[in-house]
């Protein structure tokens, strides 16, 4: 017995002291702190580069760089966070709540996730070419459907999505894995009948394949989204607004989440309140470097989170009487 628990516990510090050797370098290591975002087309990237942008611009007070990297989306980021490779990521916040509590796709729980902020709303957005005649949720069975890439928030969104509305992938002519960069292109040359993205607006994703082929909205309503909304507190009835891509003439009833700012305990107290003093001091030209940011108010930026608060940040908010 006393020779079995002296195995675990060398069996332990051996496998920590490897830990310790493979973990890749995190948590602001030589000052360094890097955000990972989603495709380019989307606004997780420019939403990193205008928290980088507000961190960098008081570098010399306090010696962080932040910089941006361009990844698979929100699981990607929970993962890479959960290992370290990254300090910081834009994570949807249905995916922010299935790492917390270790629920489809991760494995356990990632016990180190820590909020900061939340920033713009996403909708679940299922964009269609016109010509294909897809109106509601019903008729994109025996079509060519992007679900999203692994590690994308949409392929879990919308993953979901179907298994509670009973509409198995093997229903769909296609259920694609194209990144969001290459979804616009392959809807305009009709390999794609339409694209799953979870994504605020505007974005470029969308304006731009707007103006090369007809597109359609598909509205998102219906009994099994109800389920969805009344079942999960991170969904929320949403709406694609009318006027911002080509075609797109009246709002669309959907439903969607929240865009969410995520690091972990690995992250010191001093580079969280560093990040978040830069964008909550500078709120008004960050606000400004996106549309989607138009509508953000600092108390709901606390909103919506769902991992703790880091203490550094609420450090921060508790000076400043948010919290
Ligand atoms: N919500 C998407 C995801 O988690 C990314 C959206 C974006 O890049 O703006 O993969």
Not at 12 to 29: D, H, I, N, T, Y
Not at 59 to 71: A, F, N
Not at 178 to 207: C, Q, W
Request: proline share 5%.
């Amino acid at each position: 017995m006393k020779l079995f628990t002296a195995k675990i516990a060398m069996g332990a510090a051996v496998a920590s002291l490897a830990l310790g050797l493979a973990a890749p370098a995190s948590a602001e290591r030589g000052g360094f702190i890097t955000i990972g975002t989603g495709g380019v087309t989307g606004v997780y990237y420019p939403s990193g580069g205008a928290i980088c942008r507000m961190v960098n611009q008081n570098r010399k007070s306090h010696g962080l760089r932040c910089s941006v990297e361009s990844t698979g989306g929100s699981v990607y980021n929970s993962n890479a966070l959960a290992s370290g490779e990254l300090d910081i990521g834009v994570v949807q916040s249905d995916v922010g709540y299935k790492a917390w509590n270790g629920q489809e796709p991760f494995q356990g729980k990632v016990t180190k996730l820590r909020s900061l902020f939340s920033l713009h709303p996403e909708s679940v957005t299922l964009t269609a070419r016109k010509d294909a005649g897809i109106n509601g949720l019903k008729d994109i069975v025996g079509k060519r459907i992007n679900i999203g890439n692994p590690g994308s928030g949409q392929a879990r969104t919308a993953g979901e999505l179907l298994e509670v509305c009973g509409i198995s992938e093997d229903k769909l002519a296609l259920a694609g894995r194209l990144k969001a960069s290459e979804m616009p292109d392959a809807l305009r040359d009709n390999k794609l009948d339409a694209y799953f993205y979870v994504v605020g607006h505007p974005t470029a994703n969308i304006k731009d394949v707007a103006t090369s082929v007809d597109i359609n909205i598909v509205p998102l309503t219906g009994g099994c989204v109800d389920k969805l909304v009344s079942k999960y507190p991170y969904f929320v009835k949403a709406k694609v607004p009318a006027g911002i891509y080509r075609g797109v003439d009246s709002d669309v009833p959907t439903y969607g989440v929240k865009a969410t700012i995520v690091t972990t305990s690995d992250l010191s107290d001093k580079a969280a309140y560093e990040v978040v003093k830069g964008v909550f001091e500078n709120l008004d030209s960050f606000k400004a470097l996106h549309p989607a940011f138009r509508i953000l108010e600092p108390k709901e930026m606390l909103q919506g989170l769902s991992a703790p608060i880091h203490p550094g940040a609420e450090k921060y908010y508790k000076e400043k009487g948010l919290l």
